[in-house]
């Protein structure tokens, strides 16, 4: 004689064929998620897609096997809570690194939500009596993933935003302290030579001219997150002589590094002088600090129709790992540190955040290319604004 099965069996049942539903059908199941979340599919697109599509295949693992819940062993449904929790962080980190927000990562979860129960209640032999339990489950298991997703998001941010005020920090007290040190040096000896004050006056001067620099990306950063953008006072300015004053300068700090400048054809334009000198620096800062020991950093300033093209490569002492995109994205770059777990991360790229924005200021635009086992930052210029 068959015994009827209890309430709790066929919850167990029911919640396991949707298990299985979605273990079997993960593919399609994210074919669907990707039409509907991306309508209008572009390469860039695209490209996130197969970047996200092993994360969201294991976040769908770990619903699969969240579902039965209760009704598992103790120690089952804990390692399931587990499981479920890490892929769902794992998926926030990949959002982050494929520059995705977190509204973004919320419909990332909510679509998955809906093409699973969708496809589930589509398929056959599933009952409408029985059905409830089960959807209760899965709607519980995204909640959960979805939760632990943003909270993960939202530390990574915060992490984020603390290194960035940690490296501020480092760089004031950096150059403030070079000004405390002079002004040490001239308390202890009132009997200086004019030759001597001439040199502690001209080092002080870096000093405040360092600590100024850092106060105004701060300010800069500022109105970039708040929406306004960087102004520019585009002026008559020939590009050439900018970029041969700034080679001068990095030469004269950096005596042992190789940095060669070419520079041909008519190279004048509208730009914000300060702003596109501030921009260049920075990314021939990054260049020389980053170069392979040896190596040269070559600088190139060049005419095209209606636009100037001026380029930094460096032959890279650690080759980009991924898209050079994350280069100019502090958030991504350090989500995909978090993601490789390398130590302690050096820096977020602050600086060539902001010269990419100062690009834009103008028209423009920046990238970075992995080119032969360097890296070339190449910013093109409109150069027929009117100043």
């Known amino acids: 004689m068959r015994h009827p099965k209890s309430a709790a069996d066929f919850l167990q049942n029911q919640c396991l064929a949707l298990g299985a539903f979605i273990r079997e059908n993960a593919d399609a199941i994210i ?113 959960n993933a979805l939760s632990a997703a943003v909270d993960h998001y939202s530390h990574i941010k915060d992490r984020c935003h603390g290194l960035f005020l940690k490296t501020l920090a480092h760089d004031f007290r950096n150059h403030l302290g070079g000004l405390e040190l002079a002004a040490r040096i001239m308390q202890q000896n009132t009997s200086h030579p004019a030759g001597g004050l001439h040199k502690i006056a001209s080092s ?34 020939d590009g050439a002589a900018l970029c041969r004053k700034l080679v001068e300068e990095f030469l004269a700090r950096n005596p042992d590094q190789t940095i060669v400048l070419e520079a041909s054809g008519p190279l004048t334009g509208a730009f914000d002088e300060p702003r596109l000198t501030q ?3 920075n990314l021939i800062a990054y260049a020389v600090r980053y170069s392979a020991k040896g190596n040269p950093v070559t600088v190139r300033l060049q005419a095209e129709p209606g636009s100037l093209v001026f380029s930094v490569r460096y032959l890279s002492e650690r080759p980009i790992a991924g898209e050079t995109e994350a280069m100019f994205a502090p958030m991504r770059r350090y989500a995909a540190h978090v993601l490789t777990k390398k130590g302690p991360i050096s820096e977020l790229g602050m600086h060539l955040y902001l010269a990419r924005e100062i690009i834009n200021a103008h028209e423009g635009e920046l990238n970075a290319i992995a080119d032969q086992g360097g890296i070339r930052f190449e910013a093109r210029l409109p150069h027929g604004a009117n100043p």
């Open 279 to 281: 921009a260049f620096s």
């Open 204 to 237: 002080m001067s870096r000093s405040v001219d360092n600590v100024m620099r850092v106060a105004a990306d701060i300010h800069d950063v500022g109105n970039v997150r708040e929406g306004q953008g960087i102004s520019v006072k585009p002026v008559k300015l």
């Open 31 to 143: 074919l669907r998620w990707a039409v509907e979340s991306f309508a209008e599919p572009t390469q860039a697109s695209r490209s996130i897609q197969e970047r996200l599509h092993a994360e969201v295949k294991a976040l769908l693992d770990a619903v699969a096997g969240y579902l039965p819940g209760s009704e598992m062993r103790q120690d089952q449904f804990a390692l399931g809570a587990v499981s479920l929790n890490i892929s769902a962080e794992r998926c926030a980190v990949s959002h982050l690194t494929n520059g995705l927000t977190e509204a973004q990562l919320v419909l990332t979860f909510q679509s998955l939500r809906k093409v699973v129960l969708q496809l589930w209640m589509e398929s056959p032999g599933v009952s409408d009596l029985h059905m409830l339990e089960a959807i209760m489950r899965a709607n519980q298991a995204f909640d």
